[in-house]
């Protein structure tokens, strides 16, 4: 039997621990520029900030077809970081911004040996249901991919 607690499609949460300092990590997470280096996004000239829309292209990601689309709600420095965007928005012929946006968080605590970077992308049931069965699952193993990526970026000495 399936509890609906059991099935959880609104949030994924993933943690990875990086052997950097807070300041370092920070930095890959909130600046503009360093983002989109590890993550594949071309967004060279703008900044997290509060307030501020980012846009770019995919293109370091290998898709310069699909874009980078990011709201930035919160941010403070050294600690947390939140945007919202389109979830899997890869289809250029698609307008998505009649969609809501899922809620997309970095929280950064300092640990033994270096970092703690937890991202939560949550609103998902909020989603079109067909939207929400093809976004959710490519976020869960994309998470995975991204936060890797963060590790090397930020970890390399």
Known sequence: ???AAAVATDRIERSIHI?????RVWRAVSSAEEFGSWFGAELKGQRFAAGEHVRGSMAGAGHPEVGFDAIVERCEPEHLIAWRWHPFAV?????YSGEPRTLVTFTLAEVDGG????????????????????????HEQGWDFQLANLQRHAGAR
């Open 91 to 95: 289809n250029p012929k698609v307008d």
């Open 1 to 3: 039997m399936t509890t």
């Open 115 to 138: 970092t703690l970077v937890t991202v939560v992308e949550s609103g998902f049931d909020q989603l079109p249901p067909h939207r929400r069965t093809e976004s959710y699952p490519r």
């Open 19 to 23: 052997a950097a300092p807070r300041s």
